[in-house]
């Protein structure tokens, strides 16, 4: 058979515009999926960006309720139970937060997280802790301590082992020696020989309890002894927050404890004269020196301690930024005067097995003698007026987490907000177990 050269024209035509049209359609679909695919990545972040507003609009929610719990349960220096509060998984819209606490019992080495406020009087204060002092605390150096020093006080004057000037002017870049009071913890970062081991220790992400990458030698970072113990560095244990309040929450002035005459008028107030007259014999002319000491010497009662002791204040200039030994850890008892390691350990053994006994101080005379009660009195209080609320916050589905690290202050009618820290940047601060549990949640 013969075919015409026209046909077979038309055939290579017909060929042609088949693959021609193969091209467009397959140039379609890929422009199609493309533009589904780059929808798909925009949907997903609009998503996260609303997921990270949420957790924003948590945050704020999770600040207002720490600020009602505080207002609420903890006027007077009073310690709020955890149990009167939420603090794990709260839900808040769409959203949860979680407020990051420590435990009481630091005896026990924590392997999971614990949820509450913080108590700051818990901590040492760097402004007023003496170098001896710093230098009990684990991981600390004499030249470190003696840094610190030189780095608050006003003078240029160095302590032996410590830093001014000239050692800051041969850093680089050079800085000079602040010779002022610390205005925050993270500002020890400046201070000569500081090290993020010394500082942080294990605790990489600052969340109080042992991570696995906390936990397995030199694999992932922190470097750590893979002892199976959290090591959390000073900076656990150290605050520039911590004082004293001078008046009551009704905004009256509280009682001068090392003043005679109105610690007399004081109780005459609260108990019988002959009462008052009796406890004033035992305190002897000279009086106490601090609120601990006080009771000690008083032979008062608990229940006849208990209803002056909210109404008393020491002036020592320890005793203003003094550390509750209601809920400071043995590592910072052990730094005050007259406690050694034991007597720190037998405070946190017997306040573990005696939960109820925390609403007063006077449970310490119960493990302490008196020569040691008059030794560190004025460095222990059993109130409180500044707390932390370290808050991590998740949007929808647990997207968008945020963490921020709000410091409130009691002392005022009204709780306020000293600082505001985003943590954010530390990672994901709750362990795996809540993790897998918010990714569960997320079916998309």
Partial sequence: MIFSSSSSTRSHETGSVFILVLTICFGLVTLALYFGQSMTFEVRGAANRVSAMESDQVLLGASRYATFVLATYATNGAIPNPLDYDSE??????????????TNNTTVNPIAPTFGLVDENSKLNLNTVTAAMLELLPGMTHEFAAAIIDWRDADATVSDGGAEDDVYQRLSPPRKCKNAPFESVDE???VYGAT??????????????????ENDGNVLSPEDNKDGRLDPGICEYLTVHSRQSATMANGTNKTEVSSVNAIRSLLTQSLQAARANAIMAALGPRGARSVLEFYALSGM?????????????STNSMAVSAVNVNTAPEAVLACIPGISLDKASALVNYRASNPQILATVAWVKEVLDTATIQAAGPYLIGQSCQFTADIAAVGEYGRGFRRTRFIFDTSQLAPVILSRQDLTYLGWPLGSKIHDQLLKKDIR
């Fill in 196 to 213: 993020l081991e010394i500082l942080y220790g294990e605790d990489a992400n600052q969340n109080g309890f042992l991570d696995p990458n």
């Fill in 188 to 190: 020890l970062r400046l």
């Fill in 301 to 313: 009662t608990v229940q006849e301690f208990q209803t002056v002791e909210a109404q008393l204040y």
């Fill in 89 to 102: 998984g709260v839900t808040v819209g769409d959203g949860k937060f979680w407020f990051i606490g420590r």
